[in-house]
């Protein structure tokens, strides 16, 4: 049996063998879109996946005791001897500096500065985005093949803003309430934090119902 060939003249119909066609082409068009939309989210999933791997893979193993480095000082250091995990095992030595302080805390406000290791045993840290308090800080994002060895948290409520590695960490006139976190788990910060504020009709309402 030969190759039969559909056209305009043997059809009966040839304008709805047209819109019939049309319709397919437009079909194949919205697979092709979704099979694209496939890939996008797959390589996005694996992205999230090698990141929390990641995360798991590097964390700190035991409290390196992060305490200020010495009255009047700029430097937070680590009280103990303490171990990562960081591509095999890495020790810090107790009375080790962690990485200086850098970036501004407005007076009032709440912020982190983080330490970290990596896997060559370089020790580096970050500020986070500050918040009215400090469930709307932004943590900053752990480096790759780091551990985070833990934070400071800073809330300065005396005069004038807190400047990392200028101002003393216990300074007795911006007055930093520095409070010193140990991590021995690994963490992914995720997400930012919400909005910090929140629309005064919707407090109103949780309220009225919620009285």
């Known amino acids: 049996m030969g ?12 304008q709805m063998l047209r819109k019939l066609l049309e ?3 437009t079909e194949i068009d919205q697979v092709r879109a979704l099979i694209n939309e496939l890939r996008t989210d797959h390589g996005t ?6 990141s929390a ?3 798991l893979l590097y964390c700190m193993l035991t409290a390196a005791g992060l305490a200020i480095k010495a009255g009047g000082s700029t430097l937070v250091k680590a009280g103990n001897d303490c171990y990562a995990m960081v591509d095999g095992i890495r020790k810090i030595a107790a009375d080790t ?14 912020n982190v500065y983080a330490f970290f290791v990596d896997n ?17 800080i932004d943590f900053p994002a752990v480096p790759e093949n780091a551990a985070c060895i833990g934070f400071v948290l800073i809330n300065p409520t005396g005069t004038g803003d807190f400047v990392g590695g200028t101002t003393p960490l216990d300074d007795g006139t ?13 963490i992914d910060p995720g997400a930012p ?9 919707a407090v109103s309402e949780y309220v009225e119902h919620g009285s």
Do not use: C, W
């Not at 999933?45 to 090698?50: G, N």
């Not at 911006?174 to 690994?186: E, G, K, M, Q, R």
């Open 53 to 55: 791997r990641s995360r």
């Open 120 to 136: 060559t045993g370089n020790l580096t840290s970050a500020m986070g985005t500050e918040g009215l308090n400090p469930r709307y």
């Open 193 to 201: 934090a919400g909005p910090e504020t929140i629309a005064a009709s």
């Open 23 to 25: 319709a397919m082409d």
């Open 3 to 14: 190759t039969q060939r559909v056209t305009n003249q043997t059809v009966h119909n040839p």
């Open 45 to 50: 999933f694996k992205a999230t996946v090698d």
């Open 97 to 110: 500096d962690m990485a200086a302080l850098s970036g501004t805390v407005t007076n009032g406000r709440h």
């Open 174 to 186: 911006v007055i930093p309430n520095a409070v010193y976190v140990d991590l021995t788990a690994a």
